[in-house]
């Protein structure tokens, strides 16, 4: 089915190791973003891609690197984990500026 | 930088009656798109309803409706009838217009809608 798919649902890692969450969509959405949610906050944008091999800073970049090689794939790397990236990420995909986010189910990260 | 803010962290509404969640914003810019996201417990981000500023009439989506007040920068959600299922947190969003926006969501900080039967 077409839609925007994330990788894994949940995952437990320890302060220091590297770890890549996955987003694929189905659509060929040029647009494309990852956000972090903590408990007792909305969503806070960390990178966005404007098409392939185009992305840019959000909010909260720091400690995390994203590359966009294909228009369907938009992974989001933790290249040394820290407790304070424990958190929910969400990616999301839209056509163009004017159209809706369509968003992942999230992965739901531990960092121990 | 825009900027949303949503006054109520709670709100609670019986069954069948009718509940408005507020949104106020701020911008610089002229020509942008406001949002209503659901994010119920399964966690899922649910677009609820969308809203062109250059368009004077309010949305509607069945059930749900907004209030657009442009010079105001509010932008409220009004859920009539409500219903068990309408039980989440919501979020108010908005996005620039703009191209070299990059098309990016800046949300606020949700209010969480409970339904009591």
């Known amino acids: 089915d077409a839609g925007i798919t994330q990788s894994p649902r949940y995952k437990i890692t320890e302060t220091g190791r590297q770890v890549t969450l996955m987003c694929h969509q189905t659509?060929?959405?040029?647009?494309m973003f990852w956000y972090r949610q903590d408990l007792g906050h909305g969503l806070r944008l960390i990178y966005y891609s404007a098409a392939a091999d185009i992305t840019d800073k959000g909010e909260v970049p720091d400690g995390y690197v994203v590359s966009r090689s294909k228009t369907e794939n938009f992974p989001l790397t933790l290249e040394s984990a820290t407790r304070s990236q424990t958190s929910v990420y969400f990616c999301a995909s839209s056509e163009s500026v004017g159209s809706p986010q369509h968003f992942g189910d999230g992965t739901r990260l531990s960092i121990l | 930088a825009q900027t949303v803010t949503q006054s109520q962290p709670e709100m609670s509404v019986q069954e069948a009656e009718t509940v408005t969640l507020s949104c106020t914003y701020d911008t610089s810019e002229s020509d942008y798109y406001l949002f209503w996201y659901k994010q119920p417990p399964s966690r899922q981000m649910i677009l609820v309803i969308r809203?062109?500023?250059?368009?004077?009439q309010n949305a509607t989506e069945n059930r749900f409706s907004v209030n657009f007040q442009k010079a105001a920068k509010s932008f409220s959600l009004k859920i009539s009838d409500s219903q068990l299922g309408d039980a989440a947190m919501y979020f108010c969003a908005y996005r620039s217009a703009s191209e070299t926006s990059g098309s990016r969501l800046t949300f606020g900080e949700g209010t969480q809608l409970t339904v009591n039967p």
């Open positions: 809203q062109e500023a250059y368009k004077q």
């Open positions: 659509w060929s959405h040029s647009y």
